[in-house]
């Protein structure tokens, strides 16, 4: 099938304003950087990601999904293939109470801070953590997004997941396979997450509503919060912490063009207005060899890359 033709599949299955053409991805992620997507379609409904992606993989089209592309870097020259976004596919709500716990099922595309809330006005705790993460929950399971000593594995019961095969199956934790920043999810490239169920005890409602504004706060403190960032641009490498091996390398506020190292928190590099991908991969790259040559220590990309090596 031809790509105009695709394009008005795509059209039928979404409708004429949920498709369009080269969409600049700086738009659409944290680090307001990248070119534009050949196509960007945003289902409005989990049946209809599952239509679009079935579509694609018929028509053997190179796509991606995006969330709110808090961990991305995308090339200057853009995406080649189709962007998915979940960004209209956000509804979460409390599902249920069994004893002790209460159950929210959240879509792949709602935001970590609006299920946070939502948990915190019902007295639940046990997603303090992820109030500040500016990700998605489809994103936070795949890469078992955490902070402040939580994790998201310490409260998914399963996810909704759809298979290479275009079946839906429901994961459960252990099959998840949730590790520091990974998950099958990332393993198996071609698995999408569609929506996930957490549990909740009953908590104090004013001291979460506390620690919430503790960690935000924490947050304000230490992070480059004023600049365009993809947030924590390296894992933690065993046995240290990315920061400060950057830091002791010299490298605070390395800069390159208009995108640097933060000297309010290495392990940040930031867009301080009007950055490339490729300054982005200039710096990455500088503190990667400085760190090893120093330290002997590799640092791992936290960020995804998209239209680039």
């Not at 039928?12 to 950087?33: A, C, D, K, L, W």
């Not at 790259?285 to 998209?306: I, N, P, S």
Request: negative net charge; proline residues 2%; hydrophobic residues 40%.
């Amino acid at each position: 099938m031809a790509e105009s033709e695709i394009v008005k599949k795509l059209i039928e299955i979404n409708g004429e304003q949920q498709v369009s053409m080269s969409e600049p991805m700086s738009r659409h992620t944290t680090f307001r950087i990248g070119g534009p997507a050949k196509v960007f379609v945003s289902p409005d409904n989990i049946e209809k990601i599952i239509k679009t992606i079935e579509l694609l993989k018929k028509e053997e089209m190179e796509y991606f999904i995006l969330g709110n592309g808090s961990n991305l870097l995308v090339a200057d020259e853009g995406y080649t293939g189709i962007i998915v976004s979940t960004e209209n596919i956000k509804s979460a709500s409390i599902e249920k109470e069994d004893g002790e716990l209460t159950y929210i099922c959240a879509e792949a595309g709602a935001m970590l801070s609006k299920v946070s809330v939502l948990a915190a006005e019902s007295s639940l705790t046990g997603f303090e953590f992820a109030g500040g993460i500016p990700g998605t929950i489809g994103g936070a399971v795949s890469m078992n997004a955490g902070a402040y000593g939580g994790e998201i594995k310490d409260v998914i019961v399963s996810a909704d997941v759809l298979m290479e095969d275009g079946k839906v199956i429901r994961f459960t934790k252990d099959e998840l396979e949730l590790s520091y920043r990974n998950s099958i999810i990332q393993k198996e490239k071609q698995l999408i997450v569609l929506a996930a169920e957490f549990a909740f005890k009953k908590g104090n409602k004013s001291e979460i509503l506390a620690k919430m504004k503790d960690f935000s706060q924490r947050r304000r403190d230490k992070q480059p919060l004023e600049y365009a960032s993809a947030g924590s641009t390296f894992k933690r490498p065993e046995g240290y912490f990315a920061g400060k091996l950057i830091d002791d390398a010299g490298l605070r506020g390395y800069r390159v063009g208009n995108v640097m190292v933060s000297e309010k928190h290495c392990g940040f590099v930031v867009n301080v207005g009007g950055g490339t991908c490729e300054e982005a991969k200039a710096v990455i790259a500088h503190v990667k060899d400085e760190v090893e040559k120093q330290f002997g220590v590799t640092l791992e990309l936290e960020v995804r890359k998209l239209g680039w090596q």
